[in-house]
């Protein structure tokens, strides 16, 4: 990966130098990064992203070309430029494991580093995971939509730009698509590649008939026709079935063939093509689907009996269309005061945006009967969990909401493990395949109540006691020192 030390926003840069003409470069500070809520009315998201933000990390740093263009804006001091000349990120990062699902509230990385570093890598950080995140969330929405079926992801050329189309692909592959048309991230991330033919192909030739049998003879063994050029019914599916009895009079074993619809009533056509191709005898024959398709559309068409064994999704898988972003963000929990770390809370007249302070950890609480997830509990660091006695949850928003288990009838997990410590790499990213296999899992330990498509159930994320009784005396003394109390916080 090249350097990409200026993916930053400007502040970041000048914040940097006010606090380099200080003489604070050394100040310890912790940070979070979390989301407010789930992209797209989803009940869960899933956290991607972490090998490229581990890849930025580890290249961090400014060259001389990158000096040179700072220098060249007039506006930085030449000490804070041969500062960046030696710039390294130093901190401890810890994170939850790539394909991990979370949810609101909870940090999904902590960063402990001098602040003048931890401040300055919120944005590319932001920029790394937020895309991926959402695009893995979608993907895991789609395929949920498609249950057993395969989805495929196609939306290279729908994409916004270059890096959102592979990074986009990854992140598909991660919430757990099962190829990609993409080339380039086939190649980079080792993702299996699936594809057909276009339109032109068929247009190019004089017939369709030949065109058909050109493709056949280049692909006996993955032979997926494209049959709605002209007419699906009367031409594509009966000239298909043609082509597929000359390859087995040929002796050719049919496998990894089929067709593909891309417009018109999918599930009426894919019904009659279903009939089609039983009666000819290829009952094994595979449908593929694409045209705009999304998580709604294919819970519709399934609806609808429609005969699709494989999906194609694009634009809207690509581009998250219905939720366009991901609305994570970076927050400072704590800073060192006179050489100890003093918990920090930003208040908001908006109650969603009061931060919850201090150092952290996540541990998640399972159901042992089950294996499903029960709810997450959001500790500070020093604290411990013994899941030998039983164990009482609250709501922090409504904290008269309990939750009551029993000791034998859950177990603990605690999710966020070091991936920096003083600067140095101790993580190694699993393959893009083997983290989109744990994310399958991860889908699997929620409820289907948490999975469903529209009004999923909320995931509980609870604070200790502990925690919130912190949080709490932190907002109380805020008010103090503000002499009013806000009618939003009442």
Known sequence: MDK????????????MQARFRAGDTCQNAIFDMFIRENPGGNGFSVFAGLAQFVEYIDNLGFDGEDVGYLQGLGIFDDDFLEYLREFRFTGDISAMAEGSVFFPTEPVVIV??????????????????????????????????AGDDDVLEFGLRRAQGADAGVLGARAAIIGGCAATSNVLAGKKFGLPLRGTHSHSWVMSFDCELKAFRQYANAFPDKCILLVDTFDTINSGVPNAIKVFGEMRAKGVKLQNYGIRLDSGDLAYLSKIARQMLDDAGYKDARISASSDLDEDLIQSLKLQGAKIDVWGVGTRLITSMQAPAMGGVYKLVAAEEDGRMMPKIKLSENPAKVTIPGKKKVWRIYDANHNKIKADLIMLVEETLNTGKNLTLFD?????????????????????????????????????????????????????????????????????????????KMLHESRKDMGETPSSWL
């Open 4 to 15: 990409r030390s200026l993916l930053t926003d400007f502040y970041q840069l000048t914040m």
């Open 112 to 145: 402990k580093a001098p602040l003048i570093q931890a401040n300055f890598i919120e944005t590319a950080m932001l920029n790394i995971l937020n895309h991926q995140s959402l695009i893995a969330t979608k993907a895991a929405r789609v395929c949920h939509a």
């Open 396 to 472: 922090p928003k409504d904290p008269w909401k309990k939750m009551h288990l029993t000791a034998g009838e859950y177990y603990a997990k605690e999710l966020l493990q070091p991936i920096f410590e003083a600067g140095k790499q101790v993580y190694q990213s699993p393959s893009t395949l083997e983290i989109r296999d744990f994310c399958r899992n991860e889908q699997q330990s929620l409820w289907d109540e948490h999975r469903r498509l529209v009004n999923p159930h909320v995931m509980p994320v609870d604070l200790s006691q502990k925690l919130y009784d912190l949080k709490q």
